[in-house]
């Protein structure tokens, strides 16, 4: 039982949705990948190193250009940007990997699961 809190503090330590953290995370939990490998997976799939996973500068930018989102706070929004579902959208069409509010939003519109 101790996946979830050590994915989760991992996935804290490199930034989470400032850097790529949460992506790491994500393919850590579904895909059982070690850390090191899932590094390069994720990097090789952003196009960018391994050191630049968790620099938030970069990655700032390569989450605005892959339309993965980025952290919001109440001061600066990103309305013309992807957030919410259409992000994790995203995220699962970058990453090929499955996830459950993407796979049963698209069952309730289908029209979005075919586009």
């Known amino acids: 039982m ?16 400032r850097t790529a953290g949460d992506l790491v995370a994500r ?19 952003l196009g960018v190193g391994v050191d630049d996973l968790s620099d938030p500068t970069v990655m700032g ?19 013309t940007e992807p957030n919410g579902i259409e992000a994790k ?3 699962a069409e970058l990453l090929d990997v499955p996830i459950n509010c993407v796979q ?6 289908p029209s979005v699961g075919a586009a």
């Open 2 to 17: 101790l996946a979830q809190p050590c994915t989760h503090s991992l996935a804290s330590g490199m930034g989470g949705i």
């Open 27 to 45: 393919m850590q939990v579904t895909r059982g990948m070690r850390l090191k490998e899932v590094k390069a997976y994720v990097a090789d799939k």
């Open 61 to 79: 930018d390569v989450r605005r250009e892959l339309g993965l989102a980025r952290q919001i706070s109440p001061e600066s929004t990103f309305p």
């Open 89 to 91: 959208f995203n995220i």
């Open 104 to 109: 049963r939003f698209a069952e309730r519109v």
